[in-house]
């Protein structure tokens, strides 16, 4: 399996504070069946920035550390950006990591309490750059738990969604559970990543949630899909063919008077 969005790299952000929490994670990620992590630290925010060439010079280093442990784990670079003003323009002048050489996939992050205006047009001008905005876990955000028809615009537009593996097993509690087993159910969910930020509290572990992805979509093969074949054409930079996604019927809104 392949994850696409892993906190790995130590000392960089709220992930592992040192190489050897790093080792940790590696071994937990390959006894569950990974063998592929593209390491994604926070960028572009003010907390993280994590410019390219840092993240880049960091995911080598760790790599070689791997080498040396006998680690059989290949580890990419990439980021998670958060969105922030002039976001489209400051990651075409290469300021954040890709997730693929070709510079055709970017990993986006909303707050997790709000919707920040403006947002469509920044993911817009990526997509008129021929840059497709991957959104990460947002069946955590409490706004999309009553609303995912704002998903449902954006993969109409070209973006493509990320879920959390532990969203789906119940590890951020029932609503994200619920949110993101109805993103897979109206395929509005293209791959899982485990969103990994430590050995034991947030390890990298897949298996479980593709359990889950199973019994939703009916389909084995679906579900590994989004944990293999997907992200291996992302990580190519080749083009991903979405499933048609299924409209969410719009919420009845009640009046009392």
Do not use: W
Request: hydrophobic share 40%.
């Amino acid at each position: 399996m392949i994850d696409l969005h892993c906190h790995i790299l130590p000392g960089v952000d709220d992930g592992p504070s040192d190489i050897y929490e790093s080792i940790y994670m590696a071994h937990h990620a390959i006894e569950d069946g990974i063998h592929t992590i593209v390491a994604t630290p926070h960028a572009l925010g003010g907390t993280y920035p994590n410019p390219r060439q840092k993240i880049i010079k960091d995911v080598a280093a760790l790599r070689e550390r791997f080498l040396s442990e006998k680690i059989p784990l290949s580890l990419y670079p990439g980021s998670e950006v958060h969105i922030c003003p002039d976001m489209a323009k400051r990651i075409l002048a290469g300021e954040a990591a890709f997730l693929d050489e070709n510079e055709h996939y970017i990993l986006i992050e909303f707050p997790f309490q709000s919707i920040p205006p403006g947002f469509k047009n920044e993911l817009f001008q990526l997509k008129l750059n021929r840059v497709t905005p991957i959104i990460a876990h947002p069946e955590r955000n409490p706004m999309i738990h009553h609303e995912q028809g704002v998903l449902y615009d954006l993969v109409t537009m070209g973006c493509l969604i990320q879920v959390t593996s532990t969203s789906l097993t119940g590890g951020f509690g029932e609503d994200t559970m619920i949110c993101a087993q109805k993103l897979l159910s109206l395929r509005l969910a293209h791959t899982i990543a485990s969103d990994a930020h430590s050995a034991a509290q947030r390890p990298p572990s897949l298996s479980l949630a593709v359990e889950v992805a199973t019994d939703i979509l009916k389909d084995k093969g679906k579900a590994l899909e989004m944990v293999d074949n997907r992200p291996k054409d992302i990580l190519a930079g080749k083009p991903v063919d979405p499933p048609v996604a299924i409209r969410p019927e719009k919420k009845k809104r009640f009046f009392f008077f």
